[in-house]
């Protein structure tokens, strides 16, 4: 890969920044320490462990810009190179089941529950590392708070285009809520770009989303997943709390019934410790978290423990091959006793067959 122009933490800087809705060049002490503050209270909350009175992942509203630059603060180099650190996964176990780009160097992936669509940096960066295979990225963003839309734009244009090769990244923000049931007909307005997801990418959502609703979202997911007319590459990635599992176990299941499993691990610990997905105490990191500068920082972490899935699925036939076989034999000459009087030599192709609704 070309030399990156700068490093991911310096362009995440003015992001930061630009997600408190300030227009300051730096990060002066106040910033700092309300950034340390909304860092902590994000972390408290998704480390929720359904203990009496404690605030629920569910609960966090993003609209507040001290909760998107919270959530930023708190996560968004670990979940930047997340999509990076699954996708060498995968590559090891059977490079042959991720989505090559086309002839243009074009790419189709989906998010759900896109937030700012910080995931976007670890595929680039996996597509982009030898070779600069990815030109064209189009981004399906599913995503219920419109809040998020400008740090999107920021993470979109200020750090993937200033760290990584060239990008044309197209953005269609698909604002919906995926525990709603009438999800689908906004999916529907989305169809054609749909259709061709070549990865969808669940990550960090379906844990703030209540386990009552969990039919719906399912339902939801389905119907994209169904839609697709190419093999589909998933990959899923949750906080592995115990209060998440019955929001996961019913997307795992049905994963695990219809596709083929690349990875399925319940509690795997990502670490990011090595170039080019490593994270260091310099820069802001060093601001936010050291003790030199601070008498009390928030802990400095540097790995994640997650749900992981990873799988490929087929997209479904519109009949199965038996069905075209029972339809073909319907259509032949039979006799007044109904016994086929003679079969054709060439048999009947699909395009013969009357269409069903
Ligand atoms: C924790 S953020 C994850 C963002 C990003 N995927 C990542 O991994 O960093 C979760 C995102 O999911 C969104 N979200 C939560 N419930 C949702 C729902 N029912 N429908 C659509 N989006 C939802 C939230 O608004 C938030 O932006």
């Known amino acids: ?14 992001i930061l920044i630009k997600a408190w809705g300030s227009y300051q060049d730096n990060f002066d002490d ?4 309300k950034t340390r503050e909304a860092l902590s209270y994000i972390r408290r909350v998704y480390r929720f462990k359904g203990e009496l009175g404690a605030e629920s992942p569910t609960r966090i509203d993003f609209r507040e810009s001290k909760n998107r630059a919270g959530y930023l603060a708190a996560f968004g180099e670990r979940h930047a190179y997340l999509a990076y650190a699954h996708l060498k996964r995968v590559q090891a176990i059977n ?16 998010l759900v529950g896109a937030g700012p669509a910080i995931e976007t940096y670890g595929l ?17 963003l599913i995503e219920k708070v419109r809040e998020w839309q400008p740090a999107r734009e920021l993470v979109i244009s200020g750090l993937i ?17 995926i525990k709603e049931a009438n999800c689908v007909q906004t999916f529907a307005a989305h169809h054609d770009s749909l259709v061709s997801t070549q990865i969808l990418i669940i990550y960090n959502v379906l844990n703030e989303i209540e386990s009552m609703y969990a039919s719906v979202v399912l339902r939801n997911l389905s119907y994209i997943i169904r839609q697709c007319e190419q093999l589909l590459l998933v990959l899923l990635a949750e906080p592995t709390a115990l209060n998440a599992w019955p929001r996961i176990k019913w997307i795992r299941e049905l994963l695990l019934q219809y596709s083929t499993v690349l990875i399925d691990k319940l509690n795997e610990e990502i670490k990011f410790s090595e170039e080019p997905a490593r994270i260091a105490l310099t820069g802001l990191n060093e601001r936010l978290f050291s003790r030199a500068i601070e008498k009390n920082p928030p802990v400095f972490e540097t790995s994640l423990k997650r749900v992981i899935l990873a799988c490929q699925t087929v997209p479904p036939e519109p009949f199965s091959s038996q069905r075209y076989e029972q339809l073909r034999r319907l259509l032949l000459k039979r006799d007044r006793k109904g016994r086929i009087v003679k079969e054709p030599v060439t048999p009947v192709t699909d395009y013969q067959l009357p269409l069903f609704s």
Not at 30 to 33: I, P, S
Not at 98 to 110: K, N, R, S, Y
Not at 161 to 175: H, Q, R, T
């Open 95 to 110: 490079p042959t089941v991720i989505p090559m780009p086309d002839a243009h160097g074009e790419l189709t992936v989906t």
């Open 161 to 177: 285009k200033e760290v990584l090769p060239k990008v044309d990244i197209f953005s269609i923000p698909i604002e919906a809520d």
């Open 30 to 33: 106040n910033l700092l320490r």
């Open 124 to 140: 680039c960066l996996f597509y982009n590392e030898s070779t600069h295979e990815l030109k064209r990225l189009t981004l399906n």
């Open 1 to 14: 890969m070309a030399k990156p122009k700068t490093s991911f933490i310096k362009a995440f800087e003015p």
